[in-house]
């Protein structure tokens, strides 16, 4: 299984851009980055998923360099209700495990 | 649309207890993932269905721990001679379909707070 590494905690004020990095040194030909995002009391929410270079939505923007050792979460102009855990995953088939496997997260703190 | 729901919302139980944790997944979805998580921690991986089939149980702690899918829509999470240490969130989680070369969305459920005394 891809071992993931993301950041314990993160603080931001409204209105920054935010941009959390994962490493994920062992990631396979097949895997996938995916981010997800908890809040208190609320299960998982999937935020968005990439395999390399750039990938953007609604939400959030993710960054996978070539080698795809590492990628990167922008949040731009976050606000209070970001405030939430973010995890980084790899996930893929075949091969690889489609389990995805959750590390502690990263959890922001976004500040008036 | 309804998304995944779970009941109870919160169960309080004594050690040594049977309890039984029921989750409905959004209508269609064919995969259904149980986690459990607790406090600080992301949530860890008990086991898979696709259809009523358990695809992969590798994360079930110990034989304590069963769920079943029968018609292949709600699952049912059964633990027996429950302990303290099983005190945790426990989270359902559905997806369209079997993971296929990719991640597929996972749409996760409010959980239920299990706590043995």
């Known amino acids: 299984l891809a071992k993931t590494t993301q950041p314990i905690s993160m603080d931001s004020y409204e209105g920054q851009e935010v941009n959390i990095t994962c490493s994920h040194n062992n990631i396979a030909t097949n895997d996938y980055i995916t981010w997800y995002q908890q809040f208190p009391s609320q299960g998982p929410r999937f935020i968005i998923q990439g395999y390399k270079t750039k990938v953007t939505n609604e939400v959030a923007s993710l960054f996978i360099p070539a080698d795809r050792k590492s990628s990167t979460l922008s949040l731009p102009r976050v606000s209070l209700s970001d405030t939430a855990v973010y995890y980084c995953l790899v996930v893929g088939t075949p091969g690889g495990s489609y389990i995805p496997t959750f590390g502690r997260g990263t959890s922001l703190i976004v500040h008036p | 649309g309804a998304g995944v729901s779970q009941t109870p919302s919160n169960k309080v139980t004594e050690k040594g207890k049977y309890v039984e944790l029921r989750c409905d997944p959004i209508s269609g979805h064919t995969a259904l993932y149980w986690y459990r998580q607790s406090l600080g921690q992301g949530p860890e991986f008990l086991i898979y269905f696709q259809g009523t089939g358990a695809a992969d149980d590798s994360g079930l702690p110990n034989d304590r721990f069963f769920a079943v899918r029968p018609e292949g829509s709600v699952s049912t999470l059964k633990i027996q001679r429950t302990e303290r240490g099983d005190s945790a969130v426990y989270l359902c989680?559905?997806?369209?379909?079997?993971?296929?070369?990719?991640?597929?969305?996972?749409?996760f459920g409010p959980g239920t707070r299990l706590t043995v005394l």
């Open positions: 989680a559905s997806s369209l379909t079997a993971p296929q070369g990719r991640h597929n969305e996972q749409f």
